[in-house]
């Protein structure tokens, strides 16, 4: 592990960190509209799975990814704007936060059924080799509840059954909204799966652990890069804090959150950076500064920017305009 | 030489092959089997890896496509039978209708479903879900009622940037033929008169076409004349060809083989009684399929969806009215 990939995967993280501790308080401030879900204690997983990642690659990155989303070359802006709703984001008001995204730049953008996206990942995985394109893989996460799906079995068989370039990230946070694991898969390890799809399988036991997590994730993202199939990895973390802004998470137990598996992503690799003397802490501080700028700045252009407007709005859900059903006269 | 509606199927699909390297089709048995019904005959053989078989995963399949669509594809899914599409309800409705207002991203798919009633097909084998897709923003909803539309229409379909249902009636697979394949085509948006009438206008689409034109004919020996329109596509829905008609006739019954609650009848009727009220000689009328599961057994079945009997009792009504 070079100390420059940790420090890289480090400073992502802290710009997500920083950026969702501002959208949290936007949210408070009611300055965006729908939900805030934050990544926050899953950001080392996060940004190792867009770390595998090269330019090409396709990613699927979920609620919990805006580590993952700035590391593979979202911008922030453009990440803001959607919070706060700038006419000029990405999605320009028609849908929002988590849900952002650039298809044919690679990153696709989520909807809100669990493991949806998994399918479409490998469906640009198919065409790629369609038409001869060798040499990019896939990315796409979601957490444990998501596994429970009918989607997500159909997806995994069927990537296991097309042998594609395909990893899959499971982030283990315990929690499914407030549901918690015993209620959402009996299976001694989700991670056994991959045996029953006839696919690799990765475990990530400490996913709070930047190190590991890039280690396991990266190696996991060199298998399928290599030709070895789809790969699971199983990433074990907790969640810290509630589903979304708008859930205190009062059911977790405190036990959890005082058990070594509910420390923090960021702090244990603060807490390394300084123990290996990977940086200083003038550096660090410098960092922090940095990314704290970056954010205000971002926050600042994105509320100068107009939003939505209804006059102007085309309406219009067909790309081809002229097979339009056009009938949406109501009384006047 | 004859070419039936459902071979006019496959050979749409040969030539959307042969002529855009960014087609593929991918669905169940569709490879060296050739398809449930043969839609796909001997296409792997003639278009190696780009016919391809999927496990039983409606979810995926159409996930899938819509990945392969944002890189550029241009898939053609086949759904063994219309029925097995609520699987992948949610990507169709949800992620491939969504995208491209979503993210501007285009995502040209193809699902094709074999739709509709045939004796002994049953509850789970018969299903018209025409209306229930178009109700969604953001699909186009094809409906072909004859084998010269079942061929340009698929043929337009692969060529359409947005996502196309396109509603095959197996019923018609075998019993429709036409001398050739077409050399021409109307454009998907209009609909077609199917026959000319003057006494009554019966709006409807696929299978009901024809037991319309049969109704048509058997009217036409006591002097009734029936106009009937065949939609092709439901959404867009022709709403002005629907409307001249009806100024002609003053009367009009939509014909529809899915069920009864809301759906493409109900729009017709709606649209008609929005529209053209003052066209209207006397209360608009619908029929549909009885409001039950689709039936097994023949006898049932044939009961349950409209025919030509029952629709010729229904015009007679209108014409009471």
């Known amino acids: 592990m070079t100390r420059e990939r940790f420090l890289t995967a480090y400073r992502w993280m802290l710009l997500a960190r920083i950026s969702e501790e501002k959208y949290a308080s936007l949210y408070r401030a009611g300055k965006i509209y729908g939900g805030v879900f934050l990544g926050k204690g899953q950001e080392a997983v996060s940004v190792a799975t867009a770390m595998t990642l090269r330019k090409g690659d396709i990613y699927g990155p979920l609620i919990r990814d805006q580590a993952g989303r700035l590391a593979f070359g979202e911008s922030l802006l453009d990440a803001t704007r959607t919070y706060l709703g700038s006419r000029h984001g990405p999605m320009r008001g028609r849908d929002g936060n988590v849900h952002r995204g650039k298809p044919r730049e690679g990153c696709m953008a989520m909807i809100s059924h669990l493991g949806a996206m998994i399918s479409v990942v490998s469906g640009a995985l198919m065409a790629r080799r369609a038409r001869g394109e060798t040499g990019n893989i896939g990315a796409v996460s979601l957490g444990e509840g998501g596994t429970s799906t009918g989607a997500f079995h159909e997806a995994v068989n069927q990537a296991a059954v097309e042998k594609l370039p395909l990893l899959i990230v499971v982030t283990n946070n315990q929690f499914a909204y407030s549901t918690p694991t015993t209620r959402q898969f009996a299976c001694r390890n989700l991670v056994d799966r991959a045996i029953g799809y006839g696919i690799e399988g990765h475990l990530l036991e400490r996913g709070n652990n930047l190190n590991e997590a890039l280690e396991v994730i990266g190696r996991a993202g060199d298998r399928a890069r290599a030709g070895h199939g789809p790969q699971l990895v199983v990433a074990s973390i907790l969640r810290l804090g509630g589903h979304g802004e708008h859930d205190d998470g009062h059911y977790v137990p405190d036990e959890m959150k005082m058990a070594k598996a509910g420390a923090d992503c960021m702090k244990l690799a603060e807490h390394e950076i300084l123990a290996e003397g990977l940086a200083t802490p003038q550096e660090m501080e410098q960092w922090r500064a940095s990314a704290l700028l970056q954010v205000e700045e971002a926050v600042a252009a994105a509320q100068r920017e107009p939003a939505p407007d209804p006059d102007t709005e085309a309406w219009q859900a067909l790309s081809t305009p002229h097979l339009t059903d056009g009938y949406e006269r109501s009384p006047v | 030489m004859s070419i039936t509606y459902l071979e006019a199927i496959r050979?749409?699909?040969?030539?959307?092959?042969?002529?855009?390297?960014?087609?593929?089709?991918?669905?169940?048995?569709?490879?060296?089997?050739?398809?449930?019904?043969?839609?796909?005959?001997?296409?792997?053989?003639?278009?190696?890896?780009?016919?391809?078989?999927?496990?039983?995963?409606?979810?995926?399949?159409?996930?899938?496509?819509?990945?392969?669509?944002?890189?550029?594809?241009?898939?053609?899914?086949?759904?063994?039978?219309?029925?097995?599409?609520?699987?992948?309800?949610?990507?169709?409705?949800?992620?491939?209708?969504?995208?491209?207002?979503?993210?501007?991203?285009?995502?040209?798919?193809?699902?094709?479903?074999?739709?509709?009633?045939?004796?002994?097909?049953?509850?789970?084998?018969?299903?018209?879900?025409?209306?229930?897709?178009?109700?969604?923003?953001?699909?186009?909803v094809m409906t072909p009622a004859t084998v010269e539309d079942a061929y340009s229409m698929l043929l337009e379909a692969v060529q359409i940037d947005d996502p196309v249902i396109f509603c095959e009636h197996k019923y018609l697979y075998y019993h429709l033929k036409a001398e050739a394949l077409p050399t021409e085509a109307m454009p998907t948006g209009k609909a077609r008169i199917a026959r000319a009438g003057r006494d009554a206008t019966v709006v409807t689409y696929s299978a009901m076409v024809h037991e319309s034109l049969a109704m048509a004919d058997e009217l036409a020996l006591e002097g009734i004349e029936v106009e009937v329109v065949d939609l092709r596509s439901i959404k867009p829905l022709d709403t002005d060809t629907v409307l001249a008609s009806v100024a002609r006739t003053g009367r009009m019954l939509a014909v529809g083989e899915a069920w009864p609650w809301g759906g493409v009848t109900a729009e017709i009727v709606a649209r008609v009684a929005c529209e053209g009220y003052n066209l209207l000689d006397a209360a608009p009328m619908r029929l549909n399929a009885k409001d039950t599961p689709v039936p097994f057994h023949p006898n049932l079945w044939g009961t349950h969806r409209p025919t030509a009997r029952t629709i010729a009792r229904a015009v007679r009504e209108l014409l009471r009215r």
């Open chain 2, 11 to 140: 050979e749409a699909q040969a030539r959307a092959l042969a002529e855009d390297p960014r087609v593929y089709i991918y669905g169940q048995d569709v490879g060296a089997f050739g398809g449930a019904f043969k839609a796909t005959k001997n296409l792997a053989l003639e278009y190696p890896g780009r016919v391809i078989d999927a496990p039983i995963s409606e979810d995926a399949i159409v996930g899938s496509a819509i990945g392969a669509a944002i890189e550029g594809m241009r898939p053609i899914i086949e759904m063994q039978f219309a029925d097995f599409s609520t699987v992948a309800f949610n990507q169709i409705v949800n992620n491939a209708a969504t995208l491209y207002w979503r993210t501007e991203t285009k995502c040209p798919i193809v699902v094709r479903l074999p739709s509709g009633g045939t004796p002994g097909g049953g509850p789970f084998h018969s299903q018209c879900l025409e209306g229930l897709y178009a109700t969604y923003p953001g699909l186009i």
